[in-house]
């Protein structure tokens, strides 16, 4: 089982990135899918979940800027990131619970089974 993800770089204030998030081992289409970022100095944070036949969840921060989707015939989950500031700046990460958590438990990371490296998005001038 594992999580591959991609896509972040170094992008403008106002700019847009896509991360990609592969899946191996299991299908996505049953998980709890979580993004968490890690930005410096800081703690890692939930910012997006989405569990089965669900709409997705954001934090108020990303909320209106970023959007999860899901590609079932790549096993991919995609995490759109629009206007993007330099408080975004972390490395972000994907993460995986091969079924449905429970409302208490899907902002918690350790309640993730399977993760993605990270991956560093950079937001600046």
């Known amino acids: 089982v594992q999580l591959q993800a991609s896509g972040g770089g170094l992008v403008q204030p106002g700019g847009s990135l896509r991360l990609a998030c592969a899946a191996s081992?299991?299908?996505?289409?049953?998980?709890?899918i979580g993004w968490f970022r890690q930005g410096p100095g800081k703690t890692r944070e939930a910012i997006a979940t989405?569990?089965?036949?669900?709409?997705?969840y954001y934090v108020d921060a990303v909320k209106g800027r970023f959007t999860i989707s899901r590609d079932d015939s790549a096993n991919t989950v995609y995490l759109q990131m629009n206007n993007l500031k330099p408080e975004d700046t972390a490395v972000y990460y994907c993460?995986?619970?091969?079924?449905?958590?429970?409302?208490?438990?899907?902002?918690?990371?350790?309640?993730?089974?399977?993760w993605g490296q990270g991956t560093l998005v950079t937001v600046s001038s």
């Open positions: 989405r569990r089965p036949f669900e709409s997705p």
């Open positions: 081992g299991f299908q996505l289409n049953a998980a709890t």
């Open positions: 993460a995986a619970y091969a079924g449905r958590l429970i409302t208490s438990n899907k902002w918690n990371p350790g309640a993730y089974s399977y």
